[in-house]
C-alpha cells in the first residue's frame, strides 16, 4: 500500500492504495465519489472521463498512483454552489441524456472540447470530438445540440 | 408552478442527478461488510468438466468461499428457467435443456459459468479465480446457427436431437402455395439477421444481502422488471419465498431488453450471500457483458413474395433459422415465434401468410429479446422483399407500397394480429414531402457528378406493443399476466406518491409520468413523485420492455386516478354540502356544478385524512387508490422512415445523408421524450445495418469481445434526424397510446439497407454493411452490369 495525495474538487483528499489500483477505483471506491462511473475497463466508452490538471483523461487508464500532486475534477464538482454548470444545464434543457450513465463522462469530455476548441463547436467538429465516448440512448442527436448549446453559453 | 398538460416537452425531473453525479445505479451502492465476486468463465464453447481443482485457490488472501455446480445441486438451487412454452407444429412442447447457474458437468458457451470466488476485494477474488485450475474435456462445439443441425453436428442439450428446440408454424401453408403457384410474379430473398450484443453502457451488476434476524434477502440489481425477478428466483430458483424477498433495481444505466432477463451472477450474488453471511457484490467487466449478456436478433432467412398480375400482393411464405444459443434465457422462445411472425403482414393486405421457425441451439451465448425483440426481423423480411420486389417489377417502391397499404381498420391479419387503427398512406405521404423525394433525382445526379453513388430506402414499419391481453398471452403460452399495476397515494397534504410497476432505465418515467398525474389531477409536477423498481413499496408489476410503459403503465395509472378523483367526490360532497352526483373535478378543484363553491384538490385530500366531516362507516378515511389494468389489445405503432445515403464507391464507405421519420405513436405525452427514444432506436438500427455484428468462429470461441472489436455506433457515424409525427389514436387504452421505445430500431435496419442496395444496384448487401462488403458489392454489381451490356 502507498499513500497518494492529491486534489479533488478542490478539495485535499489522500488513500492508501494498491500500486495496481486505477484512478478511478479511486475516486469511487476510496473517495465515494461513484459520479464517475466505469462501462468497459478498456479506454473505449469515456464514462470514466474525468479532468486532471486541466485535462480530459479516461480514470480508468491511469494509475492512481500517477494523480500524485495533481488536482483532480469530478462531475461532482462541476456545479459550484448548488448552481448547474451552464453544461450541465444544456444537457438537460435538450434533452441530452436518457438513462444517465454515459452523461458524467459526457460532460466532462464537453467542457474539454470547449477548452479546447473554443465556443463556437460545429455540429462535424462536435461528433469528431466525441469518438471517445459512447451513449447507447440518445443516438448523440441531442448531445450534440446539449454541448453546441452549452459552448455558447459558457461564453 | 401550475399543472403541467399531455403533449408539452416538460425538461426532465430526473436529471438533476444525473447530470451532477449524484444517480445511485447498483454498482454506487455501498453494504456494511460487503463481498466481491469473481465469476470464472469457461474458455471453451463446449466442454466436459472433469475436474475442478480450487485448493490453492482457497487459501489465497481474503478468499472466504469457491463455490461451484456441485453447490449449487447440493443446495437444491433451481435451473434458470424460460418462462414462454411454444409448441412444435405436432404439438410437442419445446425442449428446453436444463441451465444451472454455475455449470455442472458440462460447459456449452465460452463464458458459461464454472465456478464463483467471494473474497474480501475484487482483486482478491480475481486472483483466486486465476489460480483454480479446471480440466476440461474439449468437445467439437456447434457454433454455427446454418450447420446446427447438420447429422453429426456436436449435441449440446441429451434432450433436444439436431439441437432442435421447436419447429413452430403459424399460417395456412396450403393456400400460401397455391397463391405462389398463381401468381405472376414470385420475388425469392434469402437473408441473414445478424446477432447484435445489446451493450448497455452499464454493465450488469448485483448486490445479495441476507439478514439472519429476518431471514430475508434483498437483492439490488440492474433490472428492468424487478418483481419477475423476485417471482421467478423466489418461485422456480427456489432462493427464498417472495414475501421474504426484496428486489430493489435503483438507477438503471440502459437496458434495451439485455436487462429484462433473469441471470446467473444475481442467481449466485443472492444465494451466496446467505452462505458467506455477508453482501456478495457483483458487478459486470465490459468483456463479461460480450460473453454472457443475452445476445439479440441471428436469423437465416428465406422468403418468398406472391404478387397477381394487377400489382397486388396475394401471399407471403418465411422460413426461419432462429438462433436460441446455449441455454433458453427467460423470455427466448417467444421472440422469434410470437413477436416475430404475427408482423410478417407488415402494413399490407396480404391474404395468406405462412411461416415456419425453428429454434435451434448453438454453442453461443444465450439469445434473446433485444430492442424491437422479434419484429425488427420481421420488419426486415416484409420491408425488404417488398422493396426487391418494387424493383423488379419496374414500380416505384413507395408507389407500390401505397397499392397494398391496409386502408381500412380494425384488420385482421391472416398471422393473428388484429390492427386496430393506422394511416399507413398519410405516414408515408407525409415522410415523401418532407424528405423531398421528388427532388432525389437531382441529388443523386449531383452525387454522381462528384464521382459517388447515391441511393434511397424505404421502411413502413410496423410493430405490436404492449402485449397483451393477459389472457391472450397466456393462451400462447406465456408464464405470466402482462398487465401493469399503480397506486396513487395522496398524503394528508395533498402531495402525491405515484407507485408504479414499471421500471424507468432512461424512458424518463419520473417525467412523463409525473406529467399525466399533474395533468389529470391539475396540480403542479414537483406535488408529484413517481416510485419504481423496488419490491418492498411498490406492491407487483410487469416492468418495462416491448414499449409497455405508455400504452400498459400509464393506463394503470389513469386508472388509479379515476378511483382518487372519484373518493375524493364523496368526501367533497360532504365538505361542500352537495349531493355527490353535483360534484365535478376539474384544474385541481372539486366544484359543485352551477354554483361557485369548490374545494382545491389539497383541501379535499386533508379532509379525507382528517375525517371529521363524513360518515366513516359509509366512506372510510385516507385518499390512496390502486388499480391493476390490462389491455384489450396489442397496440401497433406504425410509420415511414427514409433513408438516404451516399457511397464512396472507391472506399465502399457508406455516410447516411439524409433521415426522415414520420411514426404513429397516437398519443404523446411529451415530444422531447419520444423525440429522443426515436433517435436512439435509429441510431442502434443504424448500428445493425452499418456497424455491428457479434462474431463467433468455428470453434464457438467469441472473436469480438471487446469495443475494440465490436464496432459500436459513435457520434461522427450517425447523422442529425428529421422527426415527425402522423396521428391515429389507439382504440385499445384510454390514452390513445401506441408505444414508441423500439420504432426506431425495426425501421431503421432495412431503410439502410434499401438504400444502398438501391445506391449499389446490386441486392445482395448483408448487414454490417462495412465498407469492405458494400465495396464488394459494387463489384459485383459493376459486373453485372458489364455481362448486361
Same mark, same amino acid.
Given at each position: 500500500?502507498?499513500?497518494?495525495?492529491?486534489?479533488?474538487?478542490?478539495?485535499?483528499?489522500?488513500?492508501?492504495?494498491?500500486?495496481?489500483?486505477?484512478?478511478?477505483?479511486?475516486?469511487?471506491?476510496?473517495?465515494?465519489?461513484?459520479?464517475?462511473?466505469?462501462?468497459?475497463?478498456?479506454?473505449?466508452? &469515456? !464514462?470514466? %472521463? #474525468?479532468?486532471?490538471? +486541466?485535462? @480530459?483523461?479516461?480514470?480508468?487508464?491511469?494509475?492512481?498512483?500517477? *494523480?500524485? &500532486? !495533481?488536482? %483532480? #475534477?469530478?462531475?461532482? +464538482?462541476? @456545479?459550484?454552489?448548488?448552481?448547474?454548470?451552464?453544461?450541465?444545464? *444544456?444537457?438537460?434543457?435538450?434533452?441530452?441524456?436518457?438513462? +444517465?450513465?454515459?452523461?458524467?463522462?459526457?460532460?466532462?469530455?464537453?467542457?474539454?472540447?470547449?477548452?479546447?476548441?473554443?465556443?463556437?463547436?460545429?455540429?462535424?467538429?462536435?461528433?469528431?470530438?466525441?469518438?471517445?465516448?459512447?451513449?447507447?440512448?440518445?443516438?448523440?442527436?441531442?448531445?450534440?445540440?446539449?454541448?453546441?448549446?452549452?459552448?455558447?453559453?459558457?461564453? | 408552478?401550475?399543472?403541467?398538460?399531455?403533449?408539452?416537452?416538460?425538461?426532465?425531473?430526473?436529471?438533476?442527478?444525473?447530470?451532477?453525479?449524484?444517480?445511485?445505479?447498483?454498482?454506487?451502492?455501498?453494504?456494511?461488510?460487503?463481498?466481491?465476486?469473481?465469476?470464472?468463465?469457461?474458455?471453451?464453447?463446449?466442454?466436459?468438466?472433469?475436474?475442478?481443482?480450487?485448493?490453492?485457490?482457497?487459501?489465497?488472501?481474503?478468499?472466504?468461499?469457491?463455490?461451484?455446480?456441485?453447490?449449487?445441486?447440493?443446495?437444491?438451487?433451481?435451473?434458470?428457467?424460460?418462462?414462454?412454452?411454444?409448441?412444435?407444429?405436432?404439438?410437442?412442447?419445446?425442449?428446453?435443456?436444463?441451465?444451472?447457474?454455475?455449470?455442472?458437468?458440462?460447459?456449452?458457451?465460452?463464458?458459461?459459468?464454472?465456478?464463483?470466488?467471494?473474497?474480501?476485494?475484487?482483486?482478491?477474488?480475481?486472483?483466486?479465480?486465476?489460480?483454480?485450475?479446471?480440466?476440461?474435456?474439449?468437445?467439437?462445439?456447434?457454433?454455427?446457427?446454418?450447420?446446427?443441425?447438420?447429422?453429426?453436428?456436436?449435441?449440446?442439450?441429451?434432450?433436444?436431437?439436431?439441437?432442435?428446440?421447436?419447429?413452430?408454424?403459424?399460417?395456412?401453408?396450403?393456400?400460401?402455395?397455391?397463391?405462389?403457384?398463381?401468381?405472376?410474379?414470385?420475388?425469392?430473398?434469402?437473408?441473414?439477421?445478424?446477432?447484435?450484443?445489446?451493450?448497455?453502457?452499464?454493465?450488469?451488476?448485483?448486490?445479495?444481502?441476507?439478514?439472519?434476524?429476518?431471514?430475508?434477502?434483498?437483492?439490488?440489481?440492474?433490472?428492468?422488471?424487478?418483481?419477475?425477478?423476485?417471482?421467478?428466483?423466489?418461485?422456480?430458483?427456489?432462493?427464498?419465498?417472495?414475501?421474504?424477498?426484496?428486489?430493489?433495481?435503483?438507477?438503471?444505466?440502459?437496458?434495451?431488453?439485455?436487462?429484462?432477463?433473469?441471470?446467473?451472477?444475481?442467481?449466485?450474488?443472492?444465494?451466496?450471500?446467505?452462505?458467506?453471511?455477508?453482501?456478495?457484490?457483483?458487478?459486470?467487466?465490459?468483456?463479461?457483458?460480450?460473453?454472457?449478456?443475452?445476445?439479440?436478433?441471428?436469423?437465416?432467412?428465406?422468403?418468398?413474395?406472391?404478387?397477381?398480375?394487377?400489382?397486388?400482393?396475394?401471399?407471403?411464405?418465411?422460413?426461419?433459422?432462429?438462433?436460441?444459443?446455449?441455454?433458453?434465457?427467460?423470455?427466448?422462445?417467444?421472440?422469434?415465434?410470437?413477436?416475430?411472425?404475427?408482423?410478417?403482414?407488415?402494413?399490407?393486405?396480404?391474404?395468406?401468410?405462412?411461416?415456419?421457425?425453428?429454434?435451434?441451439?448453438?454453442?453461443?451465448?444465450?439469445?434473446?429479446?433485444?430492442?424491437?425483440?422479434?419484429?425488427?426481423?420481421?420488419?426486415?423480411?416484409?420491408?425488404?422483399?417488398?422493396?426487391?420486389?418494387?424493383?423488379?417489377?419496374?414500380?416505384?417502391?413507395?408507389?407500390?407500397?401505397?397499392?397494398?397499404?391496409?386502408?381500412?381498420?380494425?384488420?385482421?391479419?391472416?398471422?393473428?394480429?388484429?390492427?386496430?387503427?393506422?394511416?399507413?398512406?398519410?405516414?408515408?405521404?407525409?415522410?415523401?414531402?418532407?424528405?423531398?423525394?421528388?427532388?432525389?433525382?437531382?441529388?443523386?445526379?449531383?452525387?454522381?457528378?462528384?464521382?459517388?453513388?447515391?441511393?434511397?430506402?424505404?421502411?413502413?414499419?410496423?410493430?405490436?406493443?404492449?402485449?397483451?391481453?393477459?389472457?391472450?398471452?397466456?393462451?400462447?403460452?406465456?408464464?405470466?399476466?402482462?398487465?401493469?399495476?399503480?397506486?396513487?397515494?395522496?398524503?394528508?397534504?395533498?402531495?402525491?406518491?405515484?407507485?408504479?410497476?414499471?421500471?424507468?432505465?432512461?424512458?424518463?418515467?419520473?417525467?412523463?409520468?409525473?406529467?399525466?398525474?399533474?395533468?389529470?389531477?391539475?396540480?403542479?409536477?414537483?406535488?408529484?413523485?413517481?416510485?419504481?423498481?423496488?419490491?418492498?413499496?411498490?406492491?407487483?408489476?410487469?416492468?418495462?420492455?416491448?414499449?409497455?410503459?405508455?400504452?400498459?403503465?400509464?393506463?394503470?395509472?389513469?386508472?388509479?386516478?379515476?378511483?382518487?378523483?372519484?373518493?375524493?367526490?364523496?368526501?367533497?360532497?360532504?365538505?361542500?354540502?352537495?349531493?355527490?352526483?353535483?360534484?365535478?373535478?376539474?384544474?385541481?378543484?372539486?366544484?359543485?356544478?352551477?354554483?361557485?363553491?369548490?374545494?382545491?384538490?389539497?383541501?379535499?385530500?386533508?379532509?379525507?385524512?382528517?375525517?371529521?366531516?363524513?360518515?366513516?362507516?359509509?366512506?372510510?378515511?385516507?385518499?390512496?387508490?390502486?388499480?391493476?389494468?390490462?389491455?384489450?389489445?396489442?397496440?401497433?405503432?406504425?410509420?415511414?422512415?427514409?433513408?438516404?445515403?451516399?457511397?464512396?464507391?472507391?472506399?465502399?464507405?457508406?455516410?447516411?445523408?439524409?433521415?426522415?421519420?414520420?411514426?404513429?405513436?397516437?398519443?404523446?405525452?411529451?415530444?422531447?421524450?419520444?423525440?429522443?427514444?426515436?433517435?436512439?432506436?435509429?441510431?442502434?438500427?443504424?448500428?445493425?445495418?452499418?456497424?455491428?455484428?457479434?462474431?463467433?468462429?468455428?470453434?464457438?470461441?467469441?472473436?469480438?469481445?471487446?469495443?475494440?472489436?465490436?464496432?459500436?455506433?459513435?457520434?461522427?457515424?450517425?447523422?442529425?434526424?428529421?422527426?415527425?409525427?402522423?396521428?391515429?389514436?389507439?382504440?385499445?387504452?384510454?390514452?390513445?397510446?401506441?408505444?414508441?421505445?423500439?420504432?426506431?430500431?425495426?425501421?431503421?435496419?432495412?431503410?439502410?439497407?434499401?438504400?444502398?442496395?438501391?445506391?449499389?444496384?446490386?441486392?445482395?448487401?448483408?448487414?454490417?454493411?462495412?465498407?469492405?462488403?458494400?465495396?464488394?458489392?459494387?463489384?459485383?454489381?459493376?459486373?453485372?452490369?458489364?455481362?448486361?451490356?
Amino acid at each position: 500500500m502507498t499513500t497518494v495525495t492529491l486534489t479533488v474538487n478542490g478539495r485535499p483528499a489522500s488513500a492508501d492504495v494498491d500500486a495496481r489500483t486505477l484512478l478511478v477505483q479511486l475516486l469511487r471506491e476510496h473517495l465515494h465519489l461513484t459520479g464517475t462511473h466505469v462501462g468497459c475497463d478498456t479506454s473505449q466508452c &469515456g !464514462a470514466c %472521463v #474525468v479532468h486532471v490538471n +486541466g485535462r @480530459a483523461v479516461k480514470s480508468c487508464t491511469m494509475l492512481a498512483l500517477q *494523480a500524485e &500532486g !495533481a488536482k %483532480v #475534477v469530478t462531475i461532482e +464538482g462541476v @456545479a459550484s454552489n448548488g448552481k448547474l454548470h451552464p453544461m450541465q444545464e *444544456a444537457f438537460r434543457e435538450h434533452h441530452g441524456l436518457q438513462c +444517465g450513465f454515459c452523461t458524467p463522462g459526457m460532460i466532462m469530455s464537453a467542457l474539454d472540447i470547449v477548452n479546447r476548441k473554443g465556443n463556437n463547436l460545429d455540429e462535424h467538429t462536435i461528433r469528431e470530438e466525441l469518438e471517445g465516448n459512447l451513449c447507447r440512448c440518445t443516438g448523440y442527436h441531442n448531445i450534440v445540440k446539449a454541448i453546441a448549446a452549452g459552448a455558447k453559453a459558457m461564453r | 408552478m401550475s399543472a403541467s398538460s399531455i403533449g408539452a416537452s416538460e425538461r426532465r425531473t430526473e436529471d438533476k442527478r444525473f447530470i451532477t453525479g449524484r444517480g445511485q445505479y447498483t454498482d454506487d451502492i455501498r453494504r456494511p461488510y460487503q463481498t466481491h465476486a469473481c465469476f470464472l468463465r469457461s474458455p471453451h464453447a463446449h466442454a466436459t468438466i472433469k475436474g475442478i481443482d480450487f485448493k490453492k485457490a482457497s487459501k489465497m488472501p481474503g478468499v472466504l468461499a469457491i463455490l461451484t455446480g456441485d453447490d449449487i445441486a447440493n443446495d437444491k438451487i433451481g435451473n434458470l428457467i424460460c418462462g414462454w412454452m411454444v409448441l412444435s407444429k405436432d404439438g410437442s412442447p419445446m425442449k428446453a435443456g436444463p441451465h444451472p447457474a454455475l455449470a455442472q458437468g458440462k460447459v456449452r458457451y465460452v463464458g458459461d459459468s464454472v465456478a464463483v470466488v467471494i473474497a474480501e476485494t475484487l482483486d482478491q477474488a480475481k486472483d483466486a479465480a486465476n489460480a483454480i485450475k479446471v480440466d476440461y474435456g474439449v468437445l467439437p462445439a456447434a457454433a454455427d446457427l446454418a450447420k446446427a443441425r447438420d447429422a453429426g453436428a456436436a449435441q449440446i442439450h441429451e434432450n433436444a436431437p439436431r439441437n432442435t428446440i421447436y419447429e413452430w408454424v403459424i399460417g395456412d401453408e396450403a393456400a400460401v402455395d397455391a397463391a405462389i403457384k398463381r401468381a405472376k410474379h414470385v420475388t425469392k430473398i434469402d437473408i441473414v439477421n445478424n446477432r447484435l450484443i445489446p451493450n448497455a453502457i452499464e454493465p450488469r451488476a448485483a448486490i445479495g444481502e441476507y439478514d439472519q434476524g429476518t431471514e430475508s434477502f434483498t437483492l439490488w440489481t440492474t433490472s428492468q422488471n424487478p418483481h419477475v425477478a423476485r417471482l421467478v428466483l423466489s418461485a422456480f430458483i427456489g432462493i427464498a419465498p417472495e414475501h421474504k424477498f426484496r428486489v430493489i433495481a435503483p438507477d438503471v444505466g440502459g437496458g434495451f431488453g439485455s436487462k429484462i432477463f433473469i441471470y446467473p451472477e444475481e442467481t449466485v450474488c443472492i444465494w451466496a450471500s446467505k452462505k458467506v453471511g455477508r453482501p456478495v457484490r457483483w458487478t459486470a467487466e465490459r468483456n463479461e457483458s460480450f460473453q454472457a449478456d443475452a445476445h439479440g436478433r441471428d436469423h437465416i432467412t428465406h422468403a418468398e413474395l406472391a404478387i397477381d398480375e394487377k400489382g397486388k400482393i396475394t401471399a407471403l411464405k418465411v422460413k426461419t433459422l432462429a438462433n436460441i444459443g446455449a441455454y433458453m434465457s427467460t423470455f427466448s422462445s417467444a421472440v422469434p415465434t410470437f413477436l416475430y411472425a404475427p408482423l410478417l403482414s407488415g402494413q399490407y393486405e396480404i391474404p395468406s401468410i405462412y411461416c415456419e421457425v425453428d429454434g435451434v441451439y448453438t454453442n453461443t451465448a444465450p439469445v434473446d429479446a433485444y430492442r424491437g425483440a422479434g419484429r425488427p426481423e420481421a420488419c426486415f423480411v416484409i420491408e425488404r422483399i417488398v422493396e426487391v420486389a418494387a424493383r423488379e417489377l419496374h414500380i416505384d417502391p413507395a408507389e407500390f407500397r401505397k397499392k397494398n397499404f391496409i386502408k381500412s381498420f380494425p384488420y385482421q391479419t391472416p398471422v393473428a394480429s388484429l390492427y386496430d387503427a393506422g394511416d399507413y398512406p398519410g405516414a408515408l405521404d407525409k415522410a415523401l414531402q418532407q424528405h423531398d423525394y421528388k427532388n432525389f433525382g437531382k441529388r443523386k445526379a449531383e452525387s454522381e457528378r462528384n464521382g459517388k453513388l447515391r441511393g434511397i430506402g424505404f421502411s413502413s414499419y410496423i410493430e405490436a406493443c404492449g402485449v397483451a391481453p393477459s389472457a391472450v398471452a397466456g393462451s400462447l403460452g406465456c408464464g405470466v399476466g402482462l398487465w401493469e399495476s399503480a397506486e396513487i397515494a395522496v398524503t394528508p397534504t395533498g402531495m402525491v406518491e405515484v407507485l408504479t410497476g414499471s421500471h424507468s432505465h432512461g424512458q424518463g418515467h419520473e417525467t412523463t409520468f409525473a406529467q399525466l398525474v399533474s395533468a389529470k389531477l391539475g396540480i403542479p409536477m414537483d406535488h408529484i413523485t413517481i416510485v419504481h423498481g423496488d419490491t418492498d413499496k411498490v406492491q407487483f408489476g410487469m416492468g418495462t420492455y416491448g414499449s409497455r410503459s405508455g400504452a400498459v403503465g400509464m393506463s394503470a395509472i389513469v386508472q388509479a386516478v379515476d378511483k382518487v378523483i372519484a373518493k375524493g367526490k364523496q368526501v367533497a360532497a360532504h365538505i361542500l354540502e352537495a349531493a355527490e352526483g353535483d360534484i365535478e373535478f376539474s384544474d385541481g378543484r372539486f366544484k359543485v356544478a352551477g354554483t361557485d363553491k369548490s374545494a382545491a384538490f389539497g383541501e379535499i385530500a386533508l379532509a379525507a385524512y382528517v375525517a371529521h366531516k363524513f360518515p366513516t362507516a359509509q366512506i372510510e378515511p385516507g385518499l390512496k387508490e390502486h388499480a391493476f389494468y390490462d389491455p384489450t389489445n396489442f397496440t401497433f405503432p406504425a410509420g415511414t422512415h427514409i433513408c438516404e445515403v451516399e457511397i464512396d464507391p472507391e472506399t465502399g464507405v457508406t455516410e447516411i445523408a439524409k433521415w426522415t421519420a414520420i411514426d404513429d405513436f397516437g398519443t404523446v405525452i411529451n415530444p422531447m421524450i419520444v423525440e429522443g427514444q426515436v433517435h436512439g432506436g435509429i441510431a442502434q438500427g443504424v448500428g445493425q445495418a452499418l456497424l455491428e455484428n457479434a462474431v463467433y468462429d468455428k470453434n464457438g470461441q467469441l472473436v469480438t469481445g471487446s469495443f475494440m472489436d465490436y464496432c459500436m455506433p459513435r457520434a461522427d457515424n450517425l447523422p442529425s434526424f428529421d422527426v415527425d409525427y402522423v396521428f391515429t389514436k389507439c382504440p385499445s387504452n384510454p390514452l390513445g397510446m401506441k408505444g414508441c421505445g423500439e420504432a426506431g430500431a425495426i425501421a431503421a435496419p432495412v431503410a439502410v439497407i434499401n438504400a444502398i442496395t438501391s445506391a449499389v444496384g446490386h441486392e445482395n448487401v448483408p448487414m454490417p454493411a462495412t465498407p469492405n462488403a458494400v465495396w464488394a458489392a459494387i463489384q459485383k454489381s459493376a459486373k453485372l452490369r458489364k455481362a448486361a451490356e
